[in-house]
């Protein structure tokens, strides 16, 4: 099957910015990080050397600050949160697996979720913009 023309020049940008020198890779990450960390998370998985060359959001000190998302409050499904980006209107309904085995406790700033386990009651801080999850929260 042919190649389209959008595909073909995405392969061709995607090869473009591969070649170009970490440094520059990471200031570009950078600047596109200081917007919005899941442009970041979408620029990262553009392709494998890109993944392979920038840090994994989890392993970045902001992975549990995201910016100018909320979640937009639903009753209809319980695997999956609609959230909304402020500053543009975008909407993103995020698959959850994780609220097969959490509940949701609380929700704050908007899209940080605290989650209790199901059988053992453990709280944990839940970013689902990243999958980021923290070690168990204190109880007590």
């Not at 990471?26 to 998370?41: G, N, P, R, T």
């Not at 944990?124 to 168990?136: G, H, K, W, Y």
Request: net charge negative; proline share 7%.
């Amino acid at each position: 099957m042919p190649h389209s023309n959008q595909q073909t020049r995405r392969e061709s940008m995607v090869a473009c910015i591969t070649t170009l020198p970490g440094d520059l890779i990471w200031e570009i990450a950078k600047h596109i990080l200081a917007d919005d960390v899941v442009d970041y998370v979408c620029f990262r998985a553009t392709c494998s050397a890109l993944r392979s060359s920038l840090p994994n959001p989890c392993d970045l000190a902001f992975c549990f600050l995201p910016q100018n998302w909320i979640r937009v409050y639903t009753m209809n499904s319980k695997t999956y949160i609609p959230f909304m980006h402020l500053p543009t209107g975008r909407h993103a309904e995020l698959v959850l697996p994780e609220l097969e085995t959490h509940s949701i406790l609380s929700v704050t700033d908007g899209v940080l979720i605290i989650l209790v386990h199901k059988q053992t009651h453990a709280m944990r801080l839940f970013n689902p913009l990243t999958c980021c999850v923290s070690a168990d929260l204190p109880v007590g």
